[in-house]
């Protein structure tokens, strides 16, 4: 299984970036799928969540109406396209594949949000 994660950088206070999680290893149609991130001194949180289909999303409070998840399932990627930045979603993000047990995470991609 590889779970790997790019789209990271550098962007201003406002600004957006889309971050791309391509896999291999299993079918990804069959699981869900989430990106979680870690700031500095802080711990680990899911920010997006999105099911095997798709059809249904979630999302953590401080990122609602700014991010959002999709899927592309002949393509085994997962996106997070992320509007209105601001310095606190500076972090490693990462993506997360639900398979059973403890699941599969990727080595991260870093944004960072300058004020």
């Known amino acids: 299984v590889q779970v790997v994660e790019s789209g990271g950088g550098l962007v201003q206070h406002g600004g957006s970036l889309r971050l791309s999680c391509a896999t291999s290893g299993f079918t990804f149609s069959n699981y869900a799928m989430s990106w979680h991130r870690q700031a500095p001194g802080k711990e680990r949180e899911m920010v997006a969540h999105?099911?095997?289909?798709?059809?249904?999303?979630m999302y953590a409070d401080s990122v609602k109406g700014r991010f959002t998840i999709s899927r592309d399932n002949r393509k085994n990627t997962v996106y997070l396209q992320m509007n209105n930045l601001n310095p606190e979603d500076t972090a490693v993000y990462y993506c997360?594949?639900?398979?059973?047990?403890?699941?599969?995470w990727g080595q991260g991609t870093q944004v960072t949000v300058s004020s």
């Open positions: 999105i099911i095997n289909t798709g059809s249904k999303t």
């Open positions: 997360f594949a639900r398979l059973p047990g403890p699941g599969y």
